[in-house]
Protein backbone atom coordinates (compact mmCIF):
# COMPACT_ATOMS: atom_id res chain seq x y z
CA UNK A 1 0.00 0.00 0.00
CA UNK A 2 1.66 3.38 -1.11
CA UNK A 3 1.04 6.67 0.33
CA UNK A 4 -2.27 8.70 -0.38
CA UNK A 5 -0.28 11.75 -0.75
CA UNK A 6 1.75 12.86 -3.92
CA UNK A 7 5.68 12.95 -3.95
CA UNK A 8 7.88 15.55 -5.62
CA UNK A 9 9.20 14.12 -8.69
CA UNK A 10 12.86 14.08 -8.88
CA UNK A 11 13.74 13.16 -11.87
CA UNK A 12 12.28 17.12 -12.74
CA UNK A 13 15.21 18.13 -11.13
CA UNK A 14 18.49 20.21 -13.32
CA UNK A 15 21.85 19.32 -11.51
CA UNK A 16 24.51 21.77 -12.53
CA UNK A 17 28.52 20.46 -13.07
CA UNK A 18 30.49 21.75 -9.98
CA UNK A 19 32.63 24.05 -12.03
CA UNK A 20 29.41 26.07 -12.86
CA UNK A 21 29.49 27.02 -8.47
CA UNK A 22 31.26 29.47 -6.85
CA UNK A 23 32.66 27.63 -4.00
CA UNK A 24 33.22 29.57 -0.70
CA UNK A 25 36.17 27.46 0.51
CA UNK A 26 39.32 26.03 -1.70
CA UNK A 27 42.78 24.58 -0.38
CA UNK A 28 44.25 27.56 0.19
CA UNK A 29 41.78 27.95 3.55
CA UNK A 30 42.85 24.62 4.52
CA UNK A 31 45.61 25.28 7.28
CA UNK A 32 48.93 22.99 7.44
CA UNK A 33 49.47 21.93 11.01
CA UNK A 34 51.40 24.03 12.88
CA UNK A 35 49.52 26.96 11.43
CA UNK A 36 47.05 28.65 13.54
CA UNK A 37 45.30 31.98 13.12
CA UNK A 38 46.04 33.07 16.90
CA UNK A 39 47.07 31.34 19.44
CA UNK A 40 45.18 29.66 22.22
CA UNK A 41 45.45 28.98 25.84
CA UNK A 42 43.50 27.72 28.56
CA UNK A 43 43.96 25.93 31.98
CA UNK A 44 42.79 22.85 31.42
CA UNK A 45 43.99 22.51 28.01
CA UNK A 46 46.98 20.55 29.76
CA UNK A 47 45.06 18.34 31.55
CA UNK A 48 42.93 17.49 28.54
CA UNK A 49 45.63 16.79 26.20
CA UNK A 50 47.46 14.55 29.52
CA UNK A 51 44.30 12.31 29.48
CA UNK A 52 43.81 11.92 25.81
CA UNK A 53 47.87 10.59 25.68
CA UNK A 54 47.21 8.46 28.58
CA UNK A 55 43.87 6.96 26.65
CA UNK A 56 45.79 6.27 23.63
CA UNK A 57 49.05 4.89 25.55
CA UNK A 58 46.45 1.89 27.29
CA UNK A 59 44.55 1.34 24.73
CA UNK A 60 41.08 3.11 25.97
CA UNK A 61 38.86 4.70 23.15
CA UNK A 62 39.85 8.31 22.20
CA UNK A 63 36.30 9.22 20.71
CA UNK A 64 35.87 12.52 18.57
CA UNK A 65 32.81 14.23 17.87
CA UNK A 66 32.36 17.11 15.31
CA UNK A 67 30.21 18.99 13.01
CA UNK A 68 30.98 20.05 9.62
CA UNK A 69 32.12 23.04 10.44
CA UNK A 70 35.24 22.16 11.69
CA UNK A 71 36.11 20.70 8.02
CA UNK A 72 34.65 24.45 6.94
CA UNK A 73 37.06 25.78 9.12
CA UNK A 74 40.19 24.30 7.38
CA UNK A 75 41.35 21.75 9.66
CA UNK A 76 41.64 18.49 7.31
CA UNK A 77 44.69 18.11 8.30
CA UNK A 78 45.35 18.18 11.85
CA UNK A 79 42.46 15.63 12.27
CA UNK A 80 44.46 13.24 9.78
CA UNK A 81 47.74 13.99 11.88
CA UNK A 82 46.28 13.57 15.25
CA UNK A 83 44.87 9.90 13.42
CA UNK A 84 48.31 9.16 12.11
CA UNK A 85 49.63 9.51 15.82
CA UNK A 86 47.23 7.38 16.87
CA UNK A 87 45.71 9.87 19.38
CA UNK A 88 42.18 9.39 17.54
CA UNK A 89 40.46 5.83 17.80
CA UNK A 90 37.37 6.82 16.53
CA UNK A 91 35.27 9.78 14.89
CA UNK A 92 31.83 10.91 15.09
CA UNK A 93 30.19 13.49 12.42
CA UNK A 94 26.94 14.28 10.69
CA UNK A 95 26.29 13.84 6.73
CA UNK A 96 27.38 17.45 6.17
CA UNK A 97 31.03 16.30 6.91
CA UNK A 98 30.96 13.85 4.25
CA UNK A 99 30.02 15.80 1.81
CA UNK A 100 32.60 18.85 2.29
CA UNK A 101 35.53 15.69 2.63
CA UNK A 102 34.27 14.12 -0.47
CA UNK A 103 34.04 17.78 -2.39
CA UNK A 104 37.73 18.89 -0.94
CA UNK A 105 39.18 15.40 -2.42
CA UNK A 106 37.28 15.59 -5.93
CA UNK A 107 38.13 19.38 -6.97
CA UNK A 108 39.98 20.71 -4.22
CA UNK A 109 36.67 23.18 -3.33
CA UNK A 110 34.02 22.95 -1.34
CA UNK A 111 31.09 25.28 0.39
CA UNK A 112 28.19 27.35 -1.62
CA UNK A 113 26.74 30.60 -0.40
CA UNK A 114 23.03 29.18 0.41
CA UNK A 115 21.28 32.98 0.27
CA UNK A 116 22.97 33.08 -3.69
CA UNK A 117 21.89 29.38 -4.76
CA UNK A 118 18.61 28.92 -2.99
CA UNK A 119 16.80 31.60 -4.85
CA UNK A 120 17.44 30.40 -8.22
CA UNK A 121 16.45 26.92 -6.65
CA UNK A 122 19.86 25.32 -7.49
CA UNK A 123 21.20 25.23 -3.98
CA UNK A 124 22.80 21.44 -3.22
CA UNK A 125 21.98 20.26 -6.65
CA UNK A 126 25.18 19.45 -8.34
CA UNK A 127 26.51 17.10 -10.55
CA UNK A 128 29.43 15.47 -8.93
CA UNK A 129 28.79 15.58 -5.09
CA UNK A 130 25.52 13.23 -6.01
CA UNK A 131 28.39 10.83 -6.95
CA UNK A 132 28.13 10.55 -3.20
CA UNK A 133 24.96 8.57 -2.81
CA UNK A 134 26.49 5.82 -5.18
CA UNK A 135 29.11 5.56 -3.33
CA UNK A 136 26.65 5.16 -0.40
CA UNK A 137 24.57 2.11 -2.16
CA UNK A 138 27.54 0.43 -3.14
CA UNK A 139 29.34 0.64 0.29
CA UNK A 140 26.15 -0.71 2.30
CA UNK A 141 25.48 -3.59 -0.65
CA UNK A 142 29.03 -4.59 0.92
CA UNK A 143 28.07 -4.60 4.30
CA UNK A 144 30.10 -1.45 5.22
CA UNK A 145 29.09 1.34 7.31
CA UNK A 146 28.42 5.02 5.74
CA UNK A 147 31.76 6.71 6.90
CA UNK A 148 33.54 3.78 6.62
CA UNK A 149 32.12 3.15 2.50
CA UNK A 150 33.33 6.78 1.88
CA UNK A 151 36.77 6.69 2.87
CA UNK A 152 37.45 3.37 0.89
CA UNK A 153 36.04 4.89 -2.04
CA UNK A 154 38.24 7.89 -1.59
CA UNK A 155 41.11 6.32 -0.63
CA UNK A 156 40.63 4.00 -4.03
CA UNK A 157 39.96 6.84 -6.62
CA UNK A 158 42.57 8.53 -8.35
CA UNK A 159 41.51 12.23 -7.45
CA UNK A 160 44.28 15.17 -7.04
CA UNK A 161 43.42 15.77 -3.04
CA UNK A 162 42.56 12.63 -1.72
CA UNK A 163 45.05 13.24 0.75
CA UNK A 164 42.99 15.80 2.52
CA UNK A 165 40.55 14.04 2.95
CA UNK A 166 40.02 12.58 6.75
CA UNK A 167 37.34 9.64 5.79
CA UNK A 168 40.09 8.30 3.47
CA UNK A 169 43.18 8.98 6.25
CA UNK A 170 40.83 6.79 8.79
CA UNK A 171 40.23 4.34 6.85
CA UNK A 172 43.51 3.72 5.51
CA UNK A 173 44.66 3.55 9.34
CA UNK A 174 41.55 1.28 10.56
CA UNK A 175 40.13 4.19 12.25
CA UNK A 176 36.58 4.08 12.24
CA UNK A 177 35.13 7.27 11.09
CA UNK A 178 30.90 7.05 11.51
CA UNK A 179 28.41 9.43 9.75
CA UNK A 180 25.26 9.63 11.42
CA UNK A 181 22.77 11.36 8.81
CA UNK A 182 19.38 12.84 9.27
CA UNK A 183 17.13 12.32 5.98
CA UNK A 184 16.82 15.81 4.42
CA UNK A 185 19.91 17.05 6.42
CA UNK A 186 22.45 16.99 3.49
CA UNK A 187 22.23 18.45 0.01
CA UNK A 188 22.67 14.61 -1.72
CA UNK A 189 19.35 13.97 -0.19
CA UNK A 190 17.65 16.33 -2.80
CA UNK A 191 19.67 14.20 -5.63
CA UNK A 192 17.31 11.68 -8.06
CA UNK A 193 20.24 8.87 -7.27
CA UNK A 194 19.53 9.32 -3.46
CA UNK A 195 18.60 5.74 -1.97
CA UNK A 196 16.93 6.44 1.63
CA UNK A 197 17.16 2.42 2.19
CA UNK A 198 20.65 2.33 1.37
CA UNK A 199 21.64 5.24 3.79
CA UNK A 200 19.98 4.71 6.24
CA UNK A 201 20.82 1.26 7.08
CA UNK A 202 24.31 1.72 6.34
CA UNK A 203 24.06 4.62 8.69
CA UNK A 204 22.83 2.60 11.38
CA UNK A 205 25.31 0.15 10.44
CA UNK A 206 27.57 3.32 11.86
CA UNK A 207 25.76 3.67 14.91
CA UNK A 208 26.34 0.42 15.87
CA UNK A 209 29.94 0.62 15.03
CA UNK A 210 30.67 3.74 17.43
CA UNK A 211 28.16 2.05 20.24
CA UNK A 212 31.04 -1.00 19.83
CA UNK A 213 34.15 1.49 20.13
CA UNK A 214 32.43 2.81 23.40
CA UNK A 215 32.46 -0.42 24.60
CA UNK A 216 36.32 0.20 25.30
CA UNK A 217 35.70 3.87 26.57
CA UNK A 218 36.29 3.24 29.82
CA UNK A 219 39.11 5.68 31.26
CA UNK A 220 39.00 6.94 27.43
CA UNK A 221 38.40 10.52 26.45
CA UNK A 222 35.38 11.94 24.27
CA UNK A 223 36.23 15.32 22.63
CA UNK A 224 33.37 17.33 21.40
CA UNK A 225 34.01 19.45 18.38
CA UNK A 226 31.24 22.05 18.08
CA UNK A 227 28.12 19.62 17.33
CA UNK A 228 25.35 20.71 19.65
CA UNK A 229 22.83 18.16 18.48
CA UNK A 230 24.22 15.36 16.29
CA UNK A 231 27.08 14.28 18.48
CA UNK A 232 25.73 14.33 22.39
CA UNK A 233 21.99 12.62 21.06
CA UNK A 234 23.94 10.15 19.12
CA UNK A 235 26.76 9.69 22.03
CA UNK A 236 24.22 9.50 24.76
CA UNK A 237 22.24 6.39 22.79
CA UNK A 238 25.64 4.98 22.24
CA UNK A 239 26.76 5.37 25.29
CA UNK A 240 23.62 3.99 27.18
CA UNK A 241 24.14 0.26 25.12
CA UNK A 242 27.66 0.40 26.17
CA UNK A 243 26.55 0.59 29.70
CA UNK A 244 23.43 -1.57 29.41
CA UNK A 245 26.49 -4.57 28.40
CA UNK A 246 29.21 -3.47 30.98
CA UNK A 247 26.14 -3.53 33.95
CA UNK A 248 25.43 -6.81 32.96
CA UNK A 249 29.41 -8.18 33.12
CA UNK A 250 29.86 -6.00 36.41
CA UNK A 251 31.69 -3.27 34.43
CA UNK A 252 31.56 0.46 34.37
CA UNK A 253 32.29 2.63 31.96
CA UNK A 254 33.16 5.89 33.22
CA UNK A 255 35.43 8.63 30.62
CA UNK A 256 36.66 12.11 30.01
CA UNK A 257 34.53 14.44 28.04
CA UNK A 258 35.94 17.88 27.35
CA UNK A 259 33.65 19.92 25.15
CA UNK A 260 35.25 22.71 22.61
CA UNK A 261 32.38 25.45 21.18
CA UNK A 262 31.98 28.86 20.92
CA UNK A 263 29.14 28.87 23.69
CA UNK A 264 29.37 31.56 26.71
CA UNK A 265 29.19 29.06 29.46
CA UNK A 266 30.74 28.61 32.93
CA UNK A 267 33.91 26.08 32.41
CA UNK A 268 32.51 23.66 35.10
CA UNK A 269 28.67 22.43 35.98
CA UNK A 270 27.96 20.50 38.89
CA UNK A 271 24.88 20.09 37.96
CA UNK A 272 22.07 20.78 34.86
CA UNK A 273 20.97 24.26 34.19
CA UNK A 274 17.45 24.85 35.55
CA UNK A 275 14.44 24.42 33.03
CA UNK A 276 13.78 27.92 32.65
CA UNK A 277 17.42 28.91 31.47
CA UNK A 278 18.02 28.21 27.57
CA UNK A 279 21.68 27.02 28.60
CA UNK A 280 19.13 23.18 29.87
CA UNK A 281 18.31 23.50 25.91
CA UNK A 282 22.27 23.54 24.89
CA UNK A 283 22.26 19.71 24.42
CA UNK A 284 26.15 19.66 25.36
CA UNK A 285 25.97 20.62 28.85
CA UNK A 286 23.38 18.33 30.31
CA UNK A 287 24.35 15.30 28.30
CA UNK A 288 28.46 15.47 27.55
CA UNK A 289 29.27 18.20 30.67
CA UNK A 290 26.60 17.00 33.32
CA UNK A 291 24.75 13.35 32.78
CA UNK A 292 27.48 11.09 31.50
CA UNK A 293 29.74 11.34 34.08
CA UNK A 294 27.46 11.84 37.21
CA UNK A 295 28.69 8.38 38.37
CA UNK A 296 32.40 8.68 37.00
CA UNK A 297 34.12 10.76 34.96
CA UNK A 298 35.08 14.28 34.89
CA UNK A 299 33.90 17.28 31.98
CA UNK A 300 35.99 20.23 30.55
CA UNK A 301 34.69 23.10 28.59
CA UNK A 302 36.99 25.33 26.71
CA UNK A 303 35.36 27.74 25.02
CA UNK A 304 36.74 29.17 21.47
CA UNK A 305 36.90 29.27 17.92
CA UNK A 306 37.62 25.45 16.27
CA UNK A 307 40.54 27.13 14.13
CA UNK A 308 42.18 28.08 18.02
CA UNK A 309 41.07 25.57 19.90
CA UNK A 310 41.79 22.22 17.59
CA UNK A 311 45.66 23.36 16.49
CA UNK A 312 46.73 24.31 20.52
CA UNK A 313 45.32 20.69 21.21
CA UNK A 314 47.38 19.18 18.36
CA UNK A 315 50.44 21.10 19.79
CA UNK A 316 49.83 20.02 23.60
CA UNK A 317 49.63 16.81 22.06
CA UNK A 318 53.39 16.80 21.20
CA UNK A 319 52.26 18.11 17.61
CA UNK A 320 55.25 19.56 15.71
CA UNK A 321 58.01 18.15 18.16
CA UNK A 322 59.40 16.45 15.59
CA UNK A 323 59.48 18.44 13.05
Known amino acids: MGSKYPQFDRNRLKLQPLSQRKHEMDLTRLLNVGDAPEPFDHPDLPAIA ?42 ATNGAAIVHDFELARIGATTESVAHYISQGQFGLWAETGELNDIVVAANADGLGLGEGVGKAIADRDWPHTDVSIFAAAYARDVPATVHLGIGYDIVH ?6 GAAAGEAS ?94 ESFYARGDHARTVPALWAALGGGADE
Do not use: C
Open 50 to 91: DAVAAASARGAAVVVLIGAHVIKQGLSRYLIDLIGRGHISAL
Open 190 to 195: EHPNFD
Open 204 to 297: YRDFLILANVLDNLDGGVVLSLGSAVMAPEVFLKALAMARNVAHQQGRKITDLPPVFDLHDLPERFEAEPPKGQSDYYFRPIKTLLVRTVADGG
